[in-house]
């Protein structure tokens, strides 16, 4: 992926004006591309999100599981905050939360990838061996895909790679657009003894999943049909994976591992994920179907439109993101990437600037109707002090503050119950295709009738500052209700040239049958990463509060509807920081 959203104040406002309008681009900052950061500032820098000590970050590279340790590659700026000399870092862990940098696993070396080692997968070959595939910059500037091996495979930190010299494996040819060609995904084995990979491209307005053939690993063939493609502009860093679905052998939850897809008992009883990032508008979206290993066609369900208002992972900042299979615990875990939402000079002043999402487990709901995702389980063991509130009701207009605990750097889980749904709001068809827009101009600080309720956080204790997290319900017939999820950073800061949109989705959940619905918030500084009704919406935003930092940021639950709520339960928990990417040896 080529990425470069961090801009200047003007750049910011004119790109952001409207999502339509935001476009990836080699964005080069020549005065700023050797300016190391010496100074790293931490009010505002995670404490349990993986980043670097320093310096740029965007998409997780080739995560994979091997000889114990979960390796984690990414994108990297070695010598600066802003996009550029972008290199292939590589960190590990034993648990998903402590991790260790190592020396990088890619970076520019080769004819092939003299201008760049841009986004990439791993696949684990049937004999054990990683292999990475990433898209190098040649000479021409052309995007090629290229592959690496590990030089030490008795070595579990695989500190070195190689890169064969009959690199490029795979050319821009047969009509392929050279500059919109990269991401090749995690390569798959069929029952006809051929490997496949998919990689990203475009042809005008048509984004394109192509699809390759090898049976060496060496020599990759492009199909003659692409593996799947719609009307929505480039497509980048995409991911093609199995699910289980409920009623088969194995518990719906339980990952699939591509390797096992030449099983032909395993192949029926999974369904097939294809993710896509939109270049055009930043989101991701994906569609669930079926694939004909024969034909080599991925077909979405009917209920998946092939479009950007289809079902995303995450309907906030998160992009870029790569799964892989956990061999250990049997799961499907999902990496994504969060940019900054502030300006250029801001990321210079910080030292910093990017993050990758809190790792989730993902899997197929038992309807089949939508992903599930959810923060790995590892993620409770920073648990540390914790509050509890029980069976408080929140009359319309009424908010109280949750105090016992340091909130800048928690984990919040509640649960609310709705006492009247008569009072909700009609709901306009029309809004449909248009959660953000939706939340924009009916946002927290605008009452309702069943909400806005949920969560005020990284707050001031005068309220100036604040995020609110919180559900809106709607009407949509006499039986059936609309449930609107919302991040609303717009009063989240005092400082003018940050961007704040609001970031929205709705919720799959019948609220007619117990008048509940959970909230799980993830906050850390400078993040907050929101999972509703057991992981079926996610939002992750990213906000820079000037006042409510360190001991003065407070949470708070509210209630701006004229329906009464009941605040069921609430279990918060600071965060303990992990060991984050210390050198190995330190």
Same mark, same amino acid.
Not at 424 to 443: I, M, P, Y
Not at 460 to 467: G, H, I, P, Q, V
Not at 477 to 496: A, G, H, I, K, Q
């Given at each position: *992926?080529?990425?470069g959203?961090?801009a200047?104040?003007?750049?910011?406002?004119?790109?952001y004006?409207?999502?339509?309008?935001?476009?990836?681009?080699?964005v080069?900052?020549?005065e700023?591309?050797?300016?190391?950061?010496?100074?790293?500032?931490?009010?505002l820098?995670?404490?349990?999100?993986?980043?670097?000590p320093?310096h740029?970050?965007n998409d997780?590279?080739?995560?994979?599981?091997?000889?114990?340790?979960?390796h984690?590659?990414y994108?990297?700026n070695?010598?600066g905050?802003?996009?550029g000399?972008?290199?292939?870092a590589?960190s590990v862990?034993?648990?998903?939360i !402590?991790?260790?940098a190592?020396e990088p696993?890619?970076y520019?070396?080769?004819?092939?990838? @003299?201008?760049?080692?841009?986004?990439?997968s791993?696949?684990?070959?049937?004999?054990g061996v990683?292999? @990475?595939?990433?898209?190098g910059?040649?000479?021409?500037?052309?995007q090629?895909?290229?592959v690496?091996?590990p030089?030490?495979?008795?070595?579990?930190f695989?500190?070195k790679w190689?890169?064969?010299?009959y690199?490029p494996?795979?050319n821009? !040819?047969?009509g392929?657009?050279a500059s919109?060609?990269?991401d090749?995904?995690?390569?798959?084995?069929g029952?006809d003894?051929? +490997?496949r990979?998919?990689v990203g491209?475009?042809?005008?307005?048509? &984004?394109?999943?192509?699809?390759?053939?090898?049976?060496d690993f060496?020599?990759w063939i492009?199909?003659?049909h692409s593996?799947?493609?719609?009307l929505?502009?480039?497509?980048?860093?995409p991911?093609?994976?199995?699910?289980a679905?409920?009623?088969?052998?194995?518990?719906?939850?339980s990952g699939? !591992?591509?390797?096992e897809?030449?099983d032909?008992?395993?192949?029926a009883? %999974?369904?097939?994920?294809?993710?896509v990032s939109?270049?055009?508008?930043r989101?991701e979206?994906?569609?669930?179907?079926w694939?004909?290993?024969?034909?080599?066609?991925?077909?979405?369900?009917?209920?998946?439109?092939?479009?950007?208002?289809g079902?995303?992972?995450?309907?906030?900042?998160?992009?870029a993101?790569?799964?892989?299979?956990?061999p250990?615990?049997?799961? /499907?875990? *999902?990496? &994504?990437?969060?940019?900054?939402?502030?300006?250029?000079p801001d990321? /210079?002043?910080?030292?910093?600037?990017?993050i990758?999402?809190?790792?989730r487990?993902i899997f197929?709901?038992?309807? &089949?109707?939508?992903?599930?995702?959810?923060p790995?389980?590892? @993620?409770?063991?920073l648990?540390a002090?914790?509050?509890?509130?029980s069976?408080?009701?929140v009359?319309? $207009?009424d908010?109280?503050?949750v105090? $016992?605990f340091?909130?800048?750097q928690?984990d919040?889980?509640?649960a609310f119950?709705?006492?009247?749904?008569?009072k909700a709001e009609?709901?306009?068809?029309? +809004?449909?295709?248009?959660a953000?827009?939706?939340?924009?101009?009916l946002n927290?600080?605008v009452?309702?009738?069943?909400g806005?309720?949920?969560? +005020?956080?990284?707050a001031?204790?005068d *309220?100036?500052?604040r995020?609110?997290?919180?559900f809106?319900?709607f009407?949509?017939?006499?039986?059936s209700?609309?449930?609107?999820?919302?991040?609303d950073?717009?009063?989240?800061?005092?400082?003018?040239?940050?961007?704040r949109?609001?970031?929205?989705?709705?919720?799959n @959940?019948?609220i007619?049958?117990?008048?509940?619905?959970?909230?799980?918030?993830?906050i850390?500084h400078s993040?907050v990463?929101?999972f509703?009704?057991g992981g079926?919406t996610?939002?992750?935003?990213r %906000?820079y509060?000037?006042?409510?930092?360190g001991?003065?940021a407070?949470?708070?639950?509210?209630n701006?509807?004229e329906?009464?709520?009941?605040l069921?339960n609430?279990?918060? +928990?600071?965060?303990?920081?992990p060991?984050?990417n210390k050198?190995? $040896?330190?």
């Amino acid at each position: *992926l080529v990425m470069g959203m961090a801009a200047a104040p003007l750049i910011v406002s004119l790109l952001y004006c409207t999502v339509l309008a935001v476009h990836a681009s080699h964005v080069v900052y020549p005065e700023l591309q050797s300016l190391e950061a010496t100074e790293v500032d931490k009010e505002l820098r995670t404490g349990y999100h993986f980043q670097p000590p320093k310096h740029w970050i965007n998409d997780p590279n080739g995560p994979m599981y091997y000889k114990g340790l979960y390796h984690l590659f990414y994108q990297y700026n070695p010598k600066g905050a802003v996009w550029g000399n972008i290199i292939w870092a590589h960190s590990v862990s034993t648990d998903l939360i !402590d991790w260790v940098a190592l020396e990088p696993g890619i970076y520019p070396s080769k004819p092939f990838d @003299i201008n760049g080692c841009w986004s990439g997968s791993a696949t684990i070959l049937p004999n054990g061996v990683p292999v @990475i595939m990433y898209t190098g910059i040649d000479p021409k500037e052309r995007q090629v895909q290229n592959v690496a091996y590990p030089a030490n495979l008795s070595d579990p930190f695989l500190r070195k790679w190689v890169k064969p010299d009959y690199n490029p494996i795979i050319n821009p !040819d047969h009509g392929i657009n050279a500059s919109a060609f990269r991401d090749p995904t995690t390569a798959w084995y069929g029952p006809d003894g051929h +490997w496949r990979l998919v990689v990203g491209s475009k042809e005008n307005m048509r &984004g394109i999943a192509v699809l390759y053939r090898s049976r060496d690993f060496r020599r990759w063939i492009k199909a003659h049909h692409s593996l799947h493609a719609g009307l929505t502009g480039m497509w980048e860093c995409p991911d093609f994976y199995p699910v289980a679905v409920a009623g088969g052998r194995r518990h719906h939850q339980s990952g699939v !591992d591509t390797a096992e897809l030449h099983d032909s008992t395993v192949a029926a009883e %999974v369904k097939y994920v294809l993710k896509v990032s939109l270049d055009v508008t930043r989101y991701e979206y994906y569609t669930i179907g079926w694939y004909d290993h024969a034909k080599d066609r991925y077909t979405p369900d009917l209920d998946f439109p092939d479009n950007d208002y289809g079902l995303r992972y995450d309907y906030g900042d998160f992009y870029a993101s790569k799964s892989f299979f956990d061999p250990v615990k049997k799961r /499907r875990v *999902l990496w &994504g990437w969060a940019n900054e939402s502030d300006t250029v000079p801001d990321d /210079r002043n910080k030292g910093w600037a990017g993050i990758q999402a809190i790792p989730r487990k993902i899997f197929l709901s038992r309807s &089949g109707r939508q992903l599930i995702q959810w923060p790995v389980e590892e @993620i409770k063991s920073l648990r540390a002090k914790h509050v509890n509130v029980s069976n408080k009701a929140v009359k319309g $207009g009424d908010y109280f503050k949750v105090g $016992g605990f340091k909130s800048v750097q928690s984990d919040v889980e509640a649960a609310f119950m709705i006492k009247n749904l008569e009072k909700a709001e009609k709901f306009n068809a029309s +809004w449909r295709t248009d959660a953000q827009g939706l939340c924009k101009k009916l946002n927290s600080h605008v009452k309702g009738g069943v909400g806005p309720f949920g969560l +005020w956080l990284l707050a001031s204790d005068d *309220l100036k500052e604040r995020t609110a997290v919180f559900f809106r319900v709607f009407k949509n017939n006499d039986t059936s209700y609309v449930v609107l999820m919302c991040n609303d950073p717009t009063r989240s800061s005092f400082e003018s040239q940050i961007y704040r949109p609001t970031f929205a989705g709705f919720v799959n @959940i019948d609220i007619t049958k117990t008048k509940k619905i959970a909230l799980r918030t993830l906050i850390d500084h400078s993040v907050v990463e929101s999972f509703g009704a057991g992981g079926k919406t996610c939002i992750l935003t990213r %906000v820079y509060p000037r006042k409510a930092v360190g001991d003065n940021a407070h949470l708070f639950v509210f209630n701006n509807g004229e329906s009464d709520i009941k605040l069921t339960n609430l279990r918060a +928990w600071e965060m303990k920081t992990p060991t984050m990417n210390k050198r190995l $040896g330190q």
